[in-house]
Structures are given as C-alpha cells and as structure tokens.
T-cell receptor
Framework: DAMVIQNPRYQVTQFGKPVTLSCSQT?????MYWYQQKSSQAPKLLFH???????NEADTPDNFQSRRPNTSFCFLDIRSPGLGDAAMYLC?????????????FGPGTRLLVL | AQSVTQPDIHITVSEGASLELRCNYS??????LFWYVQSPGQGLQLLLK??????LVQGIKGFEAEFKRSQSSFNLRKPSVHWSDAAEYFC??????????FGQGTELSVKP
C-alpha cells in the first residue's frame, strides 16, 4: 500500500543535542509537509517542500531545518532541542499542494527532550 | 486571516447515540473544508472534505458533514457512534499553498 512512513516513532534526545526525524513516502507526491503538534493542541505547519522548493512558515524558529534529498524522503532537523520542542511531529504529503487536495499523514514521531 | 474554531474541547456520548461535532470557520472566499480523525498516538486520517457542490458530504466510517455558508459552519455528524470512534477530531480549512489550518480539536469519548 502506498503510504507515508515516519522513523523513529519515538525519539528521546537531550537538551541541546541535535536530532533528525525522518519521513518517506511511496505516493510519489510532489509536496511534503512537516507539522508540530504539542499536547492537546492542533497541528501547526512548520514548513513544506514543493518538489525541491522549500517554503518556511514565518513563525518557524531557526532551530528547525529541513532537507529533501529526493522525492521520497524528507528530514526534519532540530539543531538544539529545547524542552519546549517536545511534541509529536507529523509528516504529510499531497500530490501538488492544491488547496482542495487531501493531505496524507504519517503516524508521527513523538519527541521527548530530557 | 483564515481560522477554524471547534467550540467543544471534549464530548462524551453513549455508544449507539448520535453525534455532532461543531466547526466554525472564517474565510473570505469559498472555503475548502476538511475533517480529520486522530486515534491516540497516530497520525491524521481524512474523514471527508468539501469544496463545492452538494453541501451534505458523505465520508468514511459512516460520517457526514454539512456545509452551511450562512452560519460559517461545517459540523460533523454520525447517527450511531461506535466505541471505536473514540478519538480526536480536527476540522481544517485549506489555505494558500495547500496549507491546512486546523481547529483546536474535539476529543470524543464513548461510554459503553
């Protein structure tokens, strides 16, 4: 089945220690999104890629970076995680980023910062 | 600016009872509206979406939603709730660049 895969499902890191979260997709979609979802809150878009074009949300901290080496993979890098970065990180894809398009979500990576 | 409001943070219903989850949106033009469901520890799954045509939209798992422009609402309904429907439900509006703007979510609990 075509799907969005996130690894790892759970990640524990130390305060200030860089961490990378991974997302891959077999849908061959052009757009990949990263959302941050804190406990009991709505998902909040951090950034997205349309193909290789990176689109950062205005209020995304510089501490968050992303890479998309090819169509299938996208990475979220947190350079110096703080306690406030503990959250569920959701990856999603859509075919072409149209307003009416469905986004397909992965299961998420839950990040714990000690 | 676009926004979505889900007035109910938490709702409890008995199994077999009907369900309605409220969603209000703020958007200048014709909105593209979505309902997603999130089971504990999982990602989001699309239940249904509306962007034109019939204002009553059918979705998966027996859910439906009705778009009411006059009330800026897109409420989700199900005639008979099952225990497996217990989850978090998010209403969202599609925005420029294909972004989704989510409401705060409504947590549904189902009593046996």
């Amino acid at each position: 089945d075509a799907m969005v895969i996130q690894n790892p499902r759970y990640q524990v890191t130390q305060f200030g220690k860089p961490v990378t979260l991974s997302c891959s997709q077999t849908l061959n979609h052009n757009v990949m999104y990263w959302y941050q979802q804190k406990s009991s809150q709505a998902p909040k878009l951090l950034f997205h890629y349309y193909d290789k074009d990176f689109n950062n949300e205005a209020d995304t901290p510089d501490n968050f970076q992303s890479r998309r080496p090819n169509t299938s993979f996208c990475f979220l890098d947190i350079r110096s995680p703080g306690l406030g970065d503990a959250a569920m990180y959701l990856c999603a894809t859509s075919r072409d980023g149209g307003v009416q398009e469905t986004q397909y979500f992965g299961p998420g990576t839950r990040l714990l910062v000690l | 600016a676009q926004s979505v409001t889900q007035p109910d943070i938490h709702i409890t219903v008995s199994e077999g009872a009907s369900l309605e989850l409220r969603c209000n949106y703020s958007y200048g033009a014709t909105p593209y509206l979505f309902w997603y469901v999130q089971s504990p520890g999982q990602g989001l799954q699309l239940l249904l979406k509306y962007f034109s045509g019939d204002t009553l939209v059918q979705g998966i798992k027996g859910f439906e939603a009705e778009f009411k422009r006059s009330q800026s609402s897109f409420n989700l309904r199900k005639p008979s709730v099952h225990w497996s429907d217990a989850a978090e439900y998010f209403c969202a509006v599609g925005a420029e660049g294909g972004k989704l703007i989510f409401g705060q979510g409504t947590e549904l609990s189902v009593k046996p």
